[in-house]
């Protein structure tokens, strides 16, 4: 028998339904102690917060997202909401005592995220971000290989994450489906919604950075917004590049951007280490490349790794070796951890303090880009 866990949701987009996708299923392929419950979904518009719970199978609809936390039978606050309201949703459900899943980035910067963390463990409430690409298996996988000294010293880490839908100057800024290019909603551009996951997977990976320099641009400098109707300035980055070192000594390259014509979500990562290295592809993100030098001559090389077979990771809850899964199944996987987690009484990771590290490192990579100078991460 599980005990229920009583989801409040609030937002209904994208993440909306990648996260309900995971509630529903999680139980049938993990054995665990906790069981999701779809109790309420809370949006703006009560006609569409309707049309989701009656699709994804939502009990209640709220219209205020303060009703939603006041409420006695929810026990987990979901937070899939622009960047901008993350704060103050997630401090008032710490206070009353929720635990809290938060859409990433956790926050509009540092000092607003340190404010989390400490509500967070003020309350001692269970609480994780959704940077799920961690939950990708041939990435899970990566971290065992690493962890283990397989690569030995680690000389290199590079990482890129290529779009190209906001090139038309056409596209307007702003409103339900493209808060991410208004900067009052979104904070920051392909900072801090693509680049915040390749910096999260490299500390996970990688350990903590020390220093960045960084280049944004935004290529078009002004833009219709859906709001207020009239054409205003763009504050977001279109694309963002930087350089940077580990505290382990290792150096790095960090590219992001939402003008590669032929691109539409390519994110990729290589570690370049003293014995082997290893690189991943989100478009077959079943597979782990590696290279290790201490193969014999004659058959050394580049090898590719069918990450399915029951003893990778979180493989053995899926299908039979060769069976791939895809980008669903991650949010699946963090959902199950989260809810080990729970049962054991401790947050899985990354947890809000996780995530402030990542909030320290895009607070200075713009910095880096508008000051035009090195910036150490300060702690």
């Known amino acids: 028998m599980t005990k229920p866990l009583n989801i409040g949701m609030i937002g209904y987009g994208f ?43 939502y009990e209640t609809v709220e219209t205020d997202w303060r009703k939603l936390v006041a409420r006695k039978d929810i026990d987990l606050i979901d937070i899939c909401t622009p960047n901008n309201t993350h704060a103050e949703i997630a401090l008032a459900a710490a206070k009353a005592g929720k635990m809290i899943l938060c859409e990433k980035p956790l926050a509009m910067n540092g000092p607003e995220a340190l404010k989390m963390v400490e509500a967070v463990e003020k309350a001692k409430v269970p609480n994780m971000v959704w940077y799920n690409y961690r939950r990708v298996p041939a990435v899970t996988l990566a971290k065992q290989l690493i962890d283990e000294g397989r690569l030995g010293k680690i000389f290199h880490y590079r990482a890129q994450f290529l779009q190209d839908w906001t090139i038309s100057p056409e596209l307007p800024q702003g409103g339900t489906a493209l808060w991410r290019l208004d900067v009052a909603a979104a904070g920051s ?40 109707g009239k054409v205003e300035k763009v504050g977001i980055d279109d694309a963002c590049a ?12 960090f590219e992001s951007t939402r003008y590669a014509r032929g691109h539409k979500a390519l994110y990729t990562f290589e570690i370049n280490g003293e014995n082997a290295s290893i690189s991943w592809d989100l478009h077959d993100l079943h597979r782990l490349n590696y290279f290790d030098h201490r193969d014999q001559g004659i058959v050394r090389g580049w090898r590719s790794i069918h ?3 029951g003893d990778h990771p979180y493989m053995g809850k899926w299908w039979v070796p060769g069976l791939q899964i895809g980008y669903e199944h991650t949010f699946v996987h963090q959902v199950a951890d989260f809810l080990e987690g729970v049962a054991k009484g401790k947050s899985a990771e990354p947890d809000f303090r996780n995530a402030y590290e990542t909030q320290l490192v895009l607070d200075a990579v713009l910095q880096s880009a508008k000051e035009q100078k090195w910036v150490t991460i300060t702690r």
């Not at 339904?17 to 054995?31: G, I, P």
Request: hydrophobic content about 45%; some cysteine.
């Open 307 to 309: 990450v399915t077979d």
């Open 189 to 228: 551009g392909v900072t801090g919604d693509l680049l915040a996951h390749c910096i999260d997977t490299a500390l996970w990976l990688n350990g903590g950075i020390a220093t960045v320099n960084a280049m944004t641009e935004t290529f078009i400098k002004e833009r219709k917004h859906n709001l207020t």
């Open 242 to 253: 930087f350089l940077a070192r580990f505290q382990n000594g290792s150096l790095a390259i």
């Open 15 to 57: 993440m909306g339904r990648a996260h309900s996708n995971a509630y529903r299923k999680v139980n049938n392929f993990f054995d665990l102690e906790y069981r999701p419950v779809l109790k309420a979904v809370c949006a703006r518009s009560g006609d569409k917060a309707k049309a989701f719970a009656e699709k994804w199978g």
